[in-house]
């Protein structure tokens, strides 16, 4: 059995994001949102052209800014319905108009012992969104099917079953302001946008309180994983130099984590399971 654990205040919330791996929260107030959508256009006047997030910038001062403004608008939402936890990674995330910024099923990297620790994502869309301009996809879940570990270079232990798992997506079409709060190890990804116009979001990270932070570097010569401590500042200046081997951190060594397969009928099974089990969320 995955562990249970407290991150909700309301408790049928929380049980609804143990057991299916995500929940949707009313965010961003109107005038918050319009701030947002001016502060990109200053930095960005065209097209991004390719999938984008802000934590891939060269400037410093534009990824602290937008981080720490993104940190102090969702504080509150956050103390109000969560417990103790740490808050970083605040970043646009842009999907603009094409093929391009199509995303295929995937998990996020795992930055605590998620067998001890929880962790999640937000994604807050700009603007409406729904199956023309890429809203989330999510196989509810999925973030216990089996242990993984995921870094810089691990290995994806669903690479094989892509197409397997985009028949199964759920769209979660939202609101503009509305924030999906998802555990960094559940299935998900998004569709092209189709429309002419970038589709703009902001992304951020959430962490148990005082959980030990980790980073998980796939060495592919020796096809092991080495494991580094360190923590959430770190991950805002490696990003953009992901394929690399950290030289600034200390290692604890290589894990013996073995990237387990399933195959396509026990992973049919579990997707059945869970979404014959399935009701949509009420908001949080």
Avoid at 10 to 36: H, M, P, V, W
Avoid at 70 to 84: A, G, M, P, Q, R
Wanted: hydrophobic share 30%; glycine share 4%; with cysteine.
């Amino acid at each position: 059995m995955p562990p249970f654990f407290n991150i909700l205040k309301d408790e049928k919330s929380n049980t609804f994001l143990n057991k299916n791996g995500f929940i949707i929260c009313d965010a961003l107030t109107e005038s918050q949102l319009r701030k947002y959508r001016v502060k990109f256009n200053k930095w960005h006047n065209k097209s991004v052209g390719s999938f984008y997030k802000s934590y891939f910038s060269d400037q410093a001062n534009y990824k602290a800014d937008i981080e720490n403004e993104i940190i102090d608008d969702f504080n509150e939402l956050v103390k109000k319905k969560f417990h103790n936890c740490q808050l970083f990674g605040g970043m646009y995330v842009v999907k603009p108009f094409g093929n391009e910024g199509h995303l295929p099923p995937h998990q996020d990297w795992s930055f605590v012992d998620e067998q001890k620790h929880w962790s999640l994502n937000m994604w807050c869309p700009l603007q409406d969104v729904n199956a023309t301009n890429g809203n989330m996809l999510v196989l509810p879940g999925s973030h216990s099917y089996m242990k993984t570990i995921r870094g810089s270079k691990t290995k994806d232990q669903y690479l094989d079953q892509k197409k397997l798992l985009d028949n199964y997506m759920l769209d979660q079409p939202m609101k503009a302001g509305q924030a999906i709060f998802f555990f960094h190890g559940i299935i998900h990804g998004s569709k092209p946008n189709k429309t002419l116009n970038d589709r703009v979001s902001l992304g951020l990270s959430l962490i148990e309180q005082n959980a030990p932070v980790y980073y998980h570097y796939y060495n592919e010569k020796i096809n092991q994983t080495e494991v580094f401590k360190t923590d959430t500042k770190f991950y805002q200046n490696y990003v953009a130099d992901r394929e690399k081997l950290p030289d600034n951190l200390v290692s604890l060594g290589l894990s013996d984590f073995e990237f387990d397969s399933i195959n396509d009928n026990q992973l049919i099974e579990k997707i059945n399971t869970a979404l014959e089990e399935y009701q949509p969320p009420n908001k949080c």
